[in-house]
């Protein structure tokens, strides 16, 4: 199972974001779905999860700002971000726990995109 993330850029305090993360591989379900952010110098911290049944949860700096989303048809999250603001600058992860069956092996484990960069100038 990979991710991939997209739909980061430049954009100017309280501007808007709609993130995606794509999961895509073979005979796997997805369970739950996350969001996290790093800047540079500072500790991953999570911005907001979902679970299959699109119970959400968020991180105390984005209540009220960020809604996360899921179209469990084509197995991507989505994360619109408004009202952004200069601390909002980070890579954006996400990462997604699945259950793979491929050749009729059982896995289950966690797996992370590569991130995708918002930058919010003031």
């Known amino acids: 199972v990979q991710l991939q993330a997209s739909g980061g850029g430049l954009v100017q305090a309280g501007g808007s974001l709609r993130l995606s993360c794509e999961a895509s591989?073979?005979?796997?379900?997805?369970?739950?779905m996350g969001w996290y952010r790093q800047a540079p110098g500072r500790e991953r911290e999570l911005v907001a999860n979902i679970n299959s049944g699109g119970i959400a949860n968020y991180g105390d700096s984005v209540k009220g700002r960020f809604t996360i989303s899921r179209d469990n048809a084509k197995n991507t999250a989505y994360l619109f971000i408004n009202s952004l603001k200069p601390e909002d600058t980070a890579a954006y992860l996400c990462?997604?726990?699945?259950?793979?069956?491929?050749?009729?092996?059982?896995?289950?484990?966690?797996?992370w995109g590569q991130g995708t960069q918002v930058t919010v100038s003031s």
């Open positions: 591989g073979r005979d796997f379900r997805i369970n739950d």
């Open positions: 990462n997604a726990d699945y259950w793979s069956y491929a050749g009729g092996t059982d896995v289950v484990g966690r797996v």
